[in-house]
């Protein structure tokens, strides 16, 4: 517990940023769904290079947590039915990047650097580095995990580039499909937003949930596992 505690005080920086991506959706997702609602008529009549206008503004909202990328595949799902795949996909992995790097330039190496006194905790964190496009993918496919707090934890580790965009590519997917598909069979966008997901949506969900948690648990653990032969 003093080995956590002493790892996150070191961090502190690096964690408010963390804590507030995770409360600034909370904030600002109401405003969106609103402004949706009301200028329905008028986003539906967007010509092509303004839905890429607004795919690259949705980028950075959403690479600064200011909105929630289910809000944003919902809304596009519904407005664009499978058309939204071309403009949800690149705006979320730009996110990725976008809040990738901020969050390297933050923390400027202080997090691997605080562990320097651990080496316990180096030497698990070296081990998962070798499967990292399957870490990458695990955490990315729970949506229990805020998007953007996911991409802090995962720069903070040392994650490369290549594998950390890859990895948030397949690992978003599947549950990127789903709420698209979501808002395509709604028939009214308030009522959409309200209650989303019910049913089988709410089972693929926990599915997602289970596998990204049975995963990441059965690397930590081998990771464990193996630094304690050592």
Request: charged letters at 10%; a positive charge.
């Amino acid at each position: 517990m003093k080995t956590i505690f002493n790892i996150l005080r070191a961090n502190g920086s690096s964690l408010g940023f963390a804590i507030a991506l995770t409360a600034l959706p909370l904030l600002f997702s109401g405003t969106v769904g609103y402004l949706a609602i009301q200028y329905e008529g008028v986003i539906r009549a967007f010509e092509w290079h303004q839905w890429l206008i607004l795919g690259a503004v949705s980028a950075i909202t959403m690479a600064f947590a200011l909105t929630p990328t289910t809000l944003i595949a919902l809304i596009s799902g519904y407005l664009l039915g499978w058309t939204a795949l071309f403009t949800v996909i690149p705006a979320y992995l730009i996110a990725s990047v976008i809040c990738y790097f901020v969050a390297r330039k933050i923390d400027g190496g202080n997090f691997i650097q605080s562990l320097s006194d651990h080496p316990q905790a180096q030497m698990i964190l070296r081990r998962l580095k070798h499967q990292e496009l399957t870490l990458v993918i695990l955490t990315k496919l729970s949506p229990v995990l805020p998007f953007a707090v996911s991409n802090v934890l995962l720069a903070l580790a040392g994650a490369k580039l290549r594998p950390f965009f890859w990895g948030a590519f397949i690992g978003m997917m599947p549950r990127t499909l789903m709420v698209i598909y979501v808002g395509i069979q709604a028939n009214h966008l308030s009522v959409l937003l309200d209650d989303p997901f019910s049913g089988w949506q709410q089972w693929a969900i926990l599915g997602l949930i289970i596998i990204s948690v049975l995963g990441l648990s059965k690397m930590i653990s081998n990771a464990i596992s193996n630094e304690n032969i050592q």
